[in-house]
């Protein structure tokens, strides 16, 4: 017996082209790794309301965020260690052409293995760029020439071109 997690679109973004569409694609990115720094997802589909849902591998942990709000400051070695392990995954997104675009503390998780040692897992492809031929990639889900990601996370070109990356550069970032 398996336990995952659910994660379902609900209220007024269920009806919205746009975001069903978002999820569709982190699904569809997510589900194309296999590695130990990324959440697995397995399954993609709508409800018999029509409510958008993923399932996914279920984490116990926290966010990166939450480690550093509780603690306050982490050395540079402890803060170092979780950002290279999670780059791991994001390194073989890299190599499939996806782009992760929203990289930051909130989108690490730190999920607690068997052991409860710390594994960090990067979540959330939702705004990723996805390279592959015959892909939509951002048609109809991004606004052309809008930039994607948290403003405080984005690379400096972003921001000065004004729009959205579309390579690794953002995630390295």
Do not use: C
């Not at 052991?115 to 109809?140: A, I, Y």
């Not at 071109?161 to 995630?171: E, I, N, P, Q, S």
């Amino acid at each position: 017996e398996s336990r995952v997690a659910v994660k379902v679109l609900r209220g007024m973004y269920a009806k919205d082209p746009r975001v069903i569409e978002r999820m569709r694609r982190e699904a569809k990115a997510t589900a194309s790794l296999s590695h130990r720094n990324v959440v697995q997802v397995f399954d993609f589909g709508v409800t018999a309301g029509g409510y958008p849902f993923i399932v996914m591998e279920l984490l116990r942990g926290e966010t990166f965020a939450s480690a550093i709000e509780a603690r306050k400051k982490l050395s540079t070695l402890e803060a170092a260690a979780v950002v290279l392990r999670a780059m791991r995954g994001v390194a073989i997104a890299h190599t499939k052409g996806i782009y992760h675009r929203d990289l930051k503390p909130e989108n690490i998780f730190l999920a607690l293995d068997e052991n409860d040692v710390p594994q960090p897992k990067v979540l959330d492809f939702g705004v990723s760029f996805m390279e592959r031929p015959g892909d939509d990639n951002e048609t109809g889900v991004t606004k052309q020439g809008s930039m994607v990601g948290t403003p405080s996370y984005l690379p400096p070109e972003a921001i000065l071109k004004g729009r959205a990356t579309r390579d690794a550069l953002a995630d390295i970032w």
